[in-house]
């Protein structure tokens, strides 16, 4: 029999295994025709139309909320903040439904249906209601689109990513560089809706504004489902969640088990995937047993005499090895979605207090036509789009050179330029924050919060590039981590976790403007932008997230990345006389630690 070491060093046998009444994402069917880039086309499309939806709403809400409806500043901020979060949270219920119940296909039509009532609730609300009831009207229609958001974001790219077979090493190239280019997708929608969106609502209303995302939408759907022929569809498989919570339960019954000591053995569990091999049917990864955290959980996978004393495996009670790797992954990204966290509130900023500075700022291009503020996020889009560019076909290779890595770089290296460069972003802005603000006092503007400073807006650019440059990197870079490193049954989930970064990143910024607001007594982040210490704001910012750095880099030096394991085989060319030997109730197990 082929050997194999365990964590411990000791020899161990790898067995095949089987439990049929045990439903596991390897015996999950998935429909191989199809797929590829053909169809991950439609699904590209739809994505941008959703984005445009979004960008063109979430960009120039502050301005809603202040103009429209007369909120304070560190209200409005919050408002956008609080919204802007819930939206970005939801993705978590949304991929969970998917996962476990509709799949993603079904998940992404339901969710943009959603999507659609929740914009036309809006265009409602600022046309037919009136002004007593428009602020109620809006809100809901507001929260109607954070649940279509829910369903929709996490599920949209997985789904596109899984066109891709990645059993095929021409496949598995092509979904490399998917990523990259789903992005630029992304942010060129985002860009066209911040320069014909926005000054719709700055010029003509906010209406009319409402209505053409709402016929974007309409649009979107329609073309997703034009598509569907073409599409390879993976079936739910049941609560991810609750394998995650047997296998935690199952370790803490045997905590006072000391694995060194009674020789128990390890239980496997690998026929269903043999079978699906035999059938070629789409067969998930063998993920390789790693030390990570072995101590804890490796214990849910001991053999003890109450286990061989049962008829069939009790999951919650015992856990296969395959299942307690799936675990370990889910564990290792946690601490990285932590320390993300300070990038999102970085970002929080763009559609928050960067609008409001260039809204007091000269924003004439020639003689008759006023730049709306907002529409200066349009260069972070640009940005975006030529870092990733320049990324894709000149950094990668020249990189690859040196490194030797396929990617250049690894993708937690990605993230950590993305989160340093964030740094310099923060104390870009705080320096022209300065400078407006000393332009304002030289010319007797420091109490006149309306009145605008004689200072360009386009002062403004460098701080909107930092954050593109930035988002090319440490976004693309969360993307593609929690797609590959996440078990493949809880890859919508994965989607959701990366996105609920800057959803609880968003909370965290209005978190942290509450106690800047208290613990100066209400002089920072004041109505008057003037008289706000805004640059002092951001200041505090940017020393934050060089703590945070210096958190990531700590955490990264750790992490250690999903290894495929192979499929588990008895060489010994006659497995019955294996599984005699070691069957214990339906869980064949190895000679152990």
């Not at 970005?88 to 249906?113: E, H, M």
């Amino acid at each position: 029999m082929e050997k194999q070491k365990s964590p411990n060093n000791v020899p161990i046998i790898n067995l095949p295994n089987k439990f049929p009444d045990h439903p596991t994402a390897s015996n999950s069917p998935t429909v191989r025709p199809g797929g590829g880039w053909k169809a991950a086309i439609f699904i590209i499309f739809v994505e941008v139309a959703e984005q445009f939806a979004s960008i063109g709403l979430s960009s120039n809400l502050i301005m809603y909320f202040t103009t429209v409806f007369h909120e304070p500043l560190g209200v409005a901020a919050k408002q956008v903040n609080n919204w802007v979060g819930v939206s970005a949270v939801f993705p978590l219920l949304g991929a969970f439904v998917a996962d476990s119940l509709l799949g993603r296909f079904k998940t992404i039509i339901i969710a943009s249906l959603i999507f659609f009532i929740g914009m036309m609730v809006l265009t409602v609300s600022a046309t037919v209601v009136g002004d007593n009831q428009r602020k109620a009207v809006f809100f809901l229609g507001l929260y109607i689109l954070s649940v279509g958001q829910g369903g929709h974001r996490p599920c949209v790219q997985t789904f596109a990513a899984d066109q891709f077979d990645e059993e095929s090493p021409e496949e598995r190239k092509k979904k490399s560089s998917f990523f990259n280019w789903w992005y630029v997708g992304l942010v060129g929608g985002s860009t066209f809706a911040v320069f014909v969106v926005i000054y719709v609502q700055d010029n003509i209303g906010w209406g009319l504004s409402f209505g053409i995302l709402a016929g974007v939408l309409a649009a979107a759907i329609i073309l997703f489902l034009a598509g569907v022929k073409k599409y390879r569809r993976q079936v739910p498989v049941g609560s991810p969640l609750t394998r995650i919570a047997q296998v935690v339960v199952a370790a803490a019954r045997k905590w006072r088990v000391d694995e060194t000591r009674n020789g128990w053995r390890i239980c496997y569990e690998e026929d269903n995937r043999a079978k699906n091999d035999a059938e070629g049917e789409h067969n998930l990864m063998t993920l390789a047993r790693t030390n990570q955290f072995s101590r804890i959980l490796d214990k849910a996978t001991l053999i003890d005499k109450e286990d061989e004393a049962r008829k069939k495996r009790d999951p919650w009670r015992l856990s296969t090895v395959e299942e307690v790797e799936e675990v370990k992954l889910v564990v290792r990204l946690i601490p990285v979605w932590v320390s993300c966290l300070m990038f999102a509130v970085v970002q929080a900023q763009i559609h928050t207090f960067f609008t409001k500075q260039g809204s007091t700022m000269l924003r004439s291009v020639g003689p008759h036509f006023q730049l709306p503020p907002a529409s200066l996020q349009g260069v972070v889009g640009l940005t975006i789009l030529l870092t990733v560019l320049f990324y894709d076909r000149v950094f990668v290779p020249a990189a690859r050179n040196f490194t030797g890595h396929h990617s250049g770089i690894t993708v937690l290296q990605r993230i950590g330029m993305g989160l340093f460069i964030s740094i310099f972003t923060m104390g870009v802005s705080a320096l022209v924050e300065a400078k407006r603000v000393t332009i304002a006092a030289e010319h007797g503007l420091s109490d006149t919060p309306k009145a605008t400073v004689p200072m360009t807006i386009w002062w403004l650019i460098p701080q909107y590039m930092l954050c593109g440059v930035s988002d090319a990197f440490a976004i693309i870079g969360l993307q593609e981590l929690f797609y590959d490193q996440m078990p493949e049954f809880m890859r919508s989930l994965g989607a959701a976790a990366y996105i609920s970064i800057i959803g609880v990143g968003n909370f965290l910024s209005s978190a942290i403007i509450s106690v800047v607001q208290a613990g100066s007594g209400g002089r920072w982040l004041e109505d008057n932008l003037n008289r706000s210490n805004l640059h002092y704001f951001y200041w505090v910012l940017a020393a934050l997230s060089a703590l945070n750095l210096c958190g990531y880099v700590w955490i990264a030096n750790g992490f250690v990345y999903k290894r495929a394991g192979g499929n588990r085989r008895s060489i010994s060319g006659d497995d019955d006389d294996v599984k005699n030997s070691n069957n214990i109730n339906g869980c064949y197990g190895d000679d152990m630690i």
